[in-house]
Every structure is written in structure tokens, then in C-alpha cells.
């Protein structure tokens, strides 16, 4: 059977969710919204052309080059193009392979850039897509994505690695956008994307980790254009008895897909890392930097590193000793060691060699953590025992948090640091500048191939 | 961090069963797992060549060509080649789209043929294969499949469809015995599939559950490329912290991976299916064939079909007014239906035209059924009244169980009956004689050629 239900017309929540995304135009957007998306569209570009050079995008892509040879769509920063399902696969997994991409800041871990941005630039090379359309869809996938979220509140706890499953829908909403479907077939797209949601937790710190974010962008750029021609679904991936936020969700809220629809948009609440790492480890790496920076504290003196964090960071990055460049991005001890020494992290502290560096391993195994449930989680609380003398701070909001944004020039300073080594500084100023009128670019087709 | 945990080696279930699978050698399977084989292969093609020309195949065809137009494997029944995970996805999805083909009658709902064989006929056209290679490699996607589903045992009362989730590791694990992939590149073909499993029951009834097994066949075929060339993974998928028998199933049994491992094959516990639908429906379809046949009763006078059946009977296919043929093949009325007007529910039994003819609607309307907790759920009760006169019949285990199985010239009777229409009478023999010495073929890649 159909396991569709009857339901009045307003708990039909993914129908009204698709209807909103089906109608969405771009003069509906607030101006933070569009600020917003041209800080994701930017910081999201120099992510992923950092990540290009990653050994795991030499994998990925090798083999996707071997099961596919059609020329569609433009790899960033790799020099070739590929079928449109895998340019979004190999884009969407550079985008997250260095964790550097941004992250949702209102209470859903979602870093939706990666499987959506992946899924719209593929699709641009093939549809006549101007930079206000782009913006649009942007924001209806990253407004379906939180949204999906917020109506599965146990689904992180689940063990679920919501850039892969929420992700699949931002990228579904989002090509649904872009193509113009219709409501219902919106609702296919949703429904076709959703079924194929995937990523687990297990897979932190391996290659699969970012792949989960690549497969969403393919996974839901594939439902879209199978929901264009006419391929159904449920009515209720989202709602059904079998639905989204009860399977993949221990406790469900279903109505949150449309609570302050168009008046709240989840985009304005995007954050951007300062850091390439996990974002739960923001505060303890700002604390020790500052530390550093205020004290001028010598590494090889430091006799003990203590850290006070939120709950969360001890139950996701208790690893003491990584031995991958992957793996020492979800290590507490491994980021605190890196900013006491380097005053710094980013790609260059994540390096496989960085992870087996004597001087760091060392820094390593002084550092200590607790969790403290007063805190939240974009604060932390240092001190640093150093030739004798101690040393305290306490961080209030990290950096790139919503309480202490990145302002537009660190995020063009860091999109250039990122960009420049693959591209070089002439393309990367313009890159800058063309996406500092988004809104206004008739032909989102030139970026990726600006960036290629 | 990584989630992998610290394990005794007797507990690491995901190596050991990757370690089985690549070892695995023909001369381990006994003679009724490679008859069960070279049943499967035959029932399969003939499932997949009768579900090529459904509609919603076309449409999944023609956005497959749009994407991607290498032709790399051969596209059955279709007279056409795609790149290899669009030929997996394609073939997979035919295989199911009829819900004809095979399940593991052994407590695991699975559908494993149409993920597995799918991937592996993609993947014969580019590697060279043996019929031999063939067998072991289905077996051992078979028992990964199968297995996983055994450490999860809430897994489909989650909400699941096993087919989708399930056959992705069963299409991966199939795959990577077909590589040759070592024990370490297993694990990780486990782990790079395990992370894309994916389909909601909520899609039953629409183009996404057979989508579910074509995702399945290409998601594995991927994982196990990509494992090939040295992408990694969690080396505990399954029984990690995070891993799939603990976020997929409320119930987590990990040991099931491994207890019998190499003594007991599951591929010899596949069941057939005479009817092309819901495998619980069997029975009571079984029931009213027989109660025509005996008492030639006419459909015109029947007042009143009444069925006693297993629980799981009207918990997936209580509905009475399906409005297309996918949905007709989860209604348990309109089986009794079709059962008891035409004896027969094969293929034209479940059209969209069907499911609306009035003669077949007049006597849904008349069929109730009830929930017996004492039944087994290869066991059903039907009683008829017809001009005046009440007919009643137990069947104790339908046909296609394995209590009561097909035999090989009953599956070659369904194999013809479903390949012929597609690619004519001597192919048809052709392909039955092939398969019929399957484990003496030395170039399996003849196989989809001959079904083309």
C-alpha cells in the first residue's frame, strides 16, 4: 500500500514546504538573506578549491573519470569536467573535505553549502540560471535542510551525519528550485531525494565523511530531475507515519517544516569557520590562540593545557592520539596543540605529517578537557601551565559564530588564502568581485568556470 | 574523531565477515546454494527483462541518457548501453519494479536479487568474469545482505525498506568479491556502502521503492570501486558505536554477522514468487486461486470474500482502493480480487488499468480481511460465498516458500513467460540453457548481451 494518510491540508507539511519553495522569488528575500548567500557562495568556492588537492578527490575523482567520460560540467579546480552527478559528487565532497565549510548556527549541525551549492553549479552549465536564481534556490535548500531538521530533534543524537541526510534534501529542494518545478512535483523531488538520505557518524574521520556530502549533492540533483519528468513519491516523506522525522528521529516535529515560513530565513544563521576543523572545537582553539598571542607563551615550556568545553566537544572529539590529517580534525588535544604552537589552524595543521609531528604529539598528551554542562557550546575556558606560571582565558563566542560573526573582509581573506594556490590571485580578485554582485550576474555559468 | 572502537578481534564482525567474503572460493559452496544461484539468475532476468517496458523505467532512462551517454553496459531488455552505475541503477530498478522477484524466506524481508545480480552484470561487461566468479559473488552479497539484516532484527519495523538499505551493503559486498578486493578493502566496501544505505517504507507504492533496489546496485557498485582504489572507512560499520545494527535498528545482535559464517549459505533459504506481488499476500492468493479452480465459482456471483491472515498482512496492504498498479500489488483486496476473477496475478494483474477495472473494484469491495495471530506468515484462510453457497480453503504454506518452493521448471515456465514478450522465444531458450550450466560458463559478460 501507500502509506500516505489523510491529513487536513495545513499538516501536510511537506506540500506546504514545496509549495513555498515553488514559489519563492527572489524580491521575497530580506537583504541579510542575500548577504548571506554571497558570504556562503564565497567562502564555500575557496573551501572547495583548497580541498581540490586533497588525496581523497584524487581517489574519488579517478574513478568517477573511469565510469563516466562525458564532459558536462566543470570540476572545480581540478582542470576537467564530468557527467553532472559526479561533478556534484567530486564538488560537493571538496567542499567539506577539509571541514572548513560552514555550519548552520541555530541548533541544527548542518553544513549545507557543500551538497547544495555542488548541486546548483553542476546544474547551471546546463540551465540558463541567473545569480538572483541561484540565490534563490540557495536559500530554499538551505531552508529545507534546517527546516527537516528542526523537525527531527533527536536525529544528530541518532548518530546521523546530518550533511549526508538533511543535506539530500537542501540539494533536492534546491535543484527543484533552480528547474522551476511545479509544487508536486517539488514534493516528488523532496520525496525522491529523502528516500536516498544517508550518513553515519560511524564514518567520522574518513574520506566517507565528506562523501556524505558529495552523494547528497548528486543524490539530490538525481531526484530532481527524475521529479521533472514526471517520477513520483510519497506525498509525506517528511510527515507519513514512515516518514522522515519519525524513522530517522527518535521524537518528531513536524510542524517545524513550517513555523515563520518566509518570514524566518535559516540562511541568516549560517556561520563560517575560521578554522579547518570541527566547529565544536572553535572556542577551545580561540582560547589558546588568544592565550598565546597575549602571553607570547613558549610551546616547548607548556607543562599542562586545561580546557573547561561543552559536553558535546568530549563526546565527539575524545581522541587523543589521530594519526590522519582527517582524523585530527575531531581531536580536542590535537586542535589545542596546534594553536599553542602554531598560533594557527588551518589546512596546514591538519596535514597527515602535522598529525604524526613529534612537537605536536607531544603538545598532545599535556592537554586535558572536561566537559561543563553551564557552558554553551560556542564558549570554552583555557589555562595554560607554562614555565611555572598560569595562564587563563575564557572565550565568550568563538569566532564565525552568530555572536561573533567572520565580517565580510576575514571571509575574503580567508576564501583568497584558500583559493589563490589553485587558481592564483588574478582569478581569485575576480571570483571576489563577481560574486560581490550575485544578485546582479545574469549567467551563474561563469563561476564555476572561473574556478575550474 | 573516528568512532572505531577498541574491539577483541572476535568481536570486530565486519572484518570477519569481509575476511569470509574475500575468501570465499567456489569450491566452499555446497551444490544447493549453486542451484539456488543459477534459480536466482533465471528468476531474476526474467523479472527484470518483464520490468524493462514499465513506465517507470522510461523515465528513469531517459534522464539516465541526459546524464550520461558512455555507453558502458548493456541496459536489458532495452536495446541500449549506459555508463555502469546507470546501467546498475537501471537494471536494478526493472528487477523490482514488478515486485516479482525474489525474497529471503529466512526472517529477512530482503529482495536481494535485484541490488546484487544488477551490479554484478554491470560490472561483468568491464572485468572478466566466470559464471563461477558469478556464483561466489552473488552468494557472498547474498549472506552480507542477509547477515546485516540478522544483527538489526527491528530494522524493517523501523520503517525501512530492506531492499534499498539491506541490498546496498548485499550489492557492495557482491561487487567487492567480484574485484577481488582483499579483506581490508572489504571492510571498507562495506563501509563506503553501508554509509549510502537508504529507502523509506513511506515511498511503498510509488516509483521510489524499486528506485530503492537500482540505488542499491549502483551505491554498492561505487563503494566497491572506490574501495578498490583505496578510499576508506570506519572498519566497523555494522557494530561501531555509531554503526548500522545500532542507528538503524532499535535492536542491535552483531554477532549474527558471524555465527555459522561459511557452514550455513542464506542464498539456499530464497524464496520465488508465483504472483508479482507483496510476498505476504501469497497465501491468501494461493487460497482463492485454488477455491476457483475447485468449485469453478463466478466472479459475477460472489457476495462476499472473507480472508484470515497473518497480522503483517494488513499492517502493509490494507488498502482497498489502490489507483494504480503499483499501488494494486500492496492491496491485499485487490489480490483477492484479481485471485478469484481471473485465477491468476501475474503481471497483467497489476496494471494501472487494472487496479481500475469495475469488474475488479465490485469485488475488492466485497473482500474483508482479519489479523489471526496464530497464522505463520506462509499461511492464510479464505472463505467464498457465491450464489447462495460458502467455500472454504486453508493453505498451510504458499507456493514460493520454502516450505513449499518453486520448482526449476516452474521458474522456467515464469522466466519464459515474463522474457519472451521482451526478447523473443530462441533467445529466451537461449538464456534458460545458459543459465542452466551456469557454473561452466567461462564469460559471464555474454549474459547481458544475450538480454539486451
Redesign the interface.
Known sequence: ????KQLPEDEQVTRLLARHIANARFSDLPPAAVAAARRGVLDWLGCALAGSRHA?LD??A??MQ?????P?ATVLGRDSKA???EAALINGQMGHVLDYDDTHMGGVVLHASSPVLAALLALSETTKASGADLIVAYACGFEAGVRIGQASPEHHR???HLT?TLGTFAASAAAARLLGLDEQRTVHAL??G???????????????KS??AG?AASNGL?AA??AQ??????M??VE?????C??YSSVAAPQALVDGLGTRWEITRNGHKPYACGVVLHPAIDALIQLRKTYAIEPAKVSSISLRVHPLVLA????VE?RTGL?SK??ISHCAAVALHDGAAGTAQYTDARALDPAITALRLKTSAVADETLRNDEAHATVVADGKTYEIHVDHATGTVGNPMDDDAIRQKFLANAVPVIGKDRADKVCEWVASLEKQSDVSQLPVLCA
Chains 1, 2 share one sequence.
Open positions: 500500500m501507500n502509506t500516505d581523497t581517489i574519488l579517478s574513478v573511469e565510469l563516466n567520460g562525458q558536462q557527467g553532472l552527478l541518532g548518530g546521523w549526508g520525496g525522491i529523502g528516500t536516498q538520505a544517508g550518513g553515519m557518524q560511524q564514518n567520522r574521520g574518513t574520506m566517507c562523501f556524505h552523494k538525481l530531475k527524475l519528468k514526471g517520477f513520483d513519491s510519497s509525506q516523506i507519513g507515519n514512515r516518514g522522515f519519525r524513522i565527539i572529539t575524545a581522541v589521530p582524523k575531531f581531536s
